[in-house]
């Protein structure tokens, strides 16, 4: 059974930082390439970025390249997303996904690339 779960989430002002983990269980997640999405209220569920089953290559939204930086502990089986310089337009609530495959394809921006989902945590910005 592969399981993935979020934590980190919480209040912050605007400007500031946070930092997500998504652990994950199950011989799967070890060797699966990894992503973060995110579902604004009233929203779809949209991508933020992805990580390949050993770290070397990611994946990022134009929205958040260069404050937002996604990394995995292998030996720890947990994918991180730090957010940095955070906005209003940044409240959400984030996702971790896994997929079956282990390296980034042209599909790694799909919700439906991913196969096992974490319950979310909530990330609000206050401006």
């Known amino acids: 059974q592969v399981q993935v779960a979020e934590s980190g989430g919480g209040l912050v002002q605007a400007g500031g930082s946070l930092r997500l983990s998504c652990a994950g269980s199950?011989?799967?997640?070890?060797?699966?390439?990894m992503a973060w999405f995110r579902q604004a209220q009233g929203q779809e569920r949209e991508f933020v970025a992805a990580?390949?089953?050993?770290?070397?290559?990611?994946n990022y939204a134009g929205s958040v390249k260069g404050r937002f930086t996604i990394s995995r502990d292998v030996a720890r089986n947990t994918v991180y997303l730090q957010m940095n310089s955070l906005q209003s337009e940044d409240t959400a609530v984030y996702y971790c996904?896994?997929?079956?495959?282990?390296?980034?394809?042209?599909?790694?921006?799909?919700?439906?690339?991913?196969?096992?989902w974490g319950q979310g945590t909530q990330v609000t910005v206050s401006s």
């Open positions: 199950g011989r799967t997640v070890s060797n699966s390439a």
């Open positions: 996904a896994a997929s079956l495959a282990s390296q980034l394809t042209a599909h790694a921006s799909r919700a439906t690339w991913y196969s096992y």
């Open positions: 990580i390949s089953w050993r770290g070397r290559n990611t």
